[in-house]
């Protein structure tokens, strides 16, 4: 994998947001795989598609590429708020790639996060812009990527270091069971993996209950939360997430 942009194809632009599209769509063009299936290359949907920027031509999985020339950072800048919103929620959402480049123009970090962890509450509303500006009124919007757990950054590239196909691929498909839950449940699990992720590598089944305040304000309606939480801790064991240690002890794998 060539982690050098190809500056040569941008020798016509003059924009800079022109330039780092033409850049960073080549790139993933030339050097991007699907993690589902391992095709490659992937395919570009025609300039200005509403559903994202690539495809996968064998399993169809969809991808919308972000770029920026900066740090992996947890908040990225977004579009619309209400188009974002929508875009998670529609039936054919795709997943999303994350790509970080140099002064220099060479990939820092590149990563997908599977569509099956995006959700309302990881879209951050920005304010709307003021009367005095050209589009008063419309209103941005973040996406907060501390709200998916770790297992959910797939990284192809991590500060400039290649990751095997294989190792992709493998933590790609680890997580797919969550496409098959109901919405409320994938909620619960989500949520669950996230406390998890903030405890030590190996942990006890009262240091996940100490999350359980959160998790009620999280669930109103739910008046059995350590149950809920037994529940989705046993979920994340049978999917190799987590290993069941004995006593109310847990691990993380990884």
């Not at 949907?45 to 994202?52: C, T």
């Not at 973040?142 to 290649?162: A, C, M, S, T």
């Not at 998790?215 to 037994?230: F, T, V």
């Amino acid at each position: 994998m060539n982690l050098n942009f190809d500056q040569s194809l941008a020798q016509n632009y003059r924009s800079a947001t022109q330039i780092i599209r033409v850049l960073s769509e080549a790139w993933v063009t030339e050097n991007g795989y699907c993690p589902n299936c391992g095709n490659m290359p992937l395919n570009g949907f025609a300039n200005n598609q509403p559903v994202a920027d690539f495809y996968c031509q064998q399993c169809h999985e969809q991808y919308e590429l972000k770029s920026k020339k900066a740090k992996l950072s947890h908040i990225i800048n977004d579009g619309a708020y209400d188009t974002m919103i929508e875009r998670i929620t529609a039936d054919n959402n795709p997943n999303f790639l994350f790509l970080t480049y140099s002064p220099q123009f060479y990939v820092n970090n590149f990563l997908i996060i599977p569509k099956h962890f995006f959700s309302t509450d990881m879209i951050v509303k920005r304010k709307p812009l003021s009367a005095k500006a050209k589009r008063a009124g419309w209103i941005g919007c973040h996406i907060d990527l501390r709200k998916v757990p770790e297992n959910g950054k797939v990284f192809l590239v991590k500060n400039q270091q290649v990751i095997s196909k294989i190792q992709v691929q493998n933590q790609f498909k680890k997580t797919l069971f969550l496409r098959q839950q109901k919405p409320t449940v994938k909620g619960w699990t989500l949520d669950v993996w996230q406390c998890v992720d903030k405890l030590p590598e190996t942990f006890n089944l009262s240091q996940v209950y100490d999350f359980a305040d959160y998790l009620s304000i999280k669930h109103p309606d739910n008046h059995h939360i350590k149950d809920k939480i037994r529940q989705q801790l046993q979920c994340l064991r049978d999917h190799d997430i987590i290993e069941f240690l004995g006593k109310g002890r847990y691990k993380k794998k990884q």
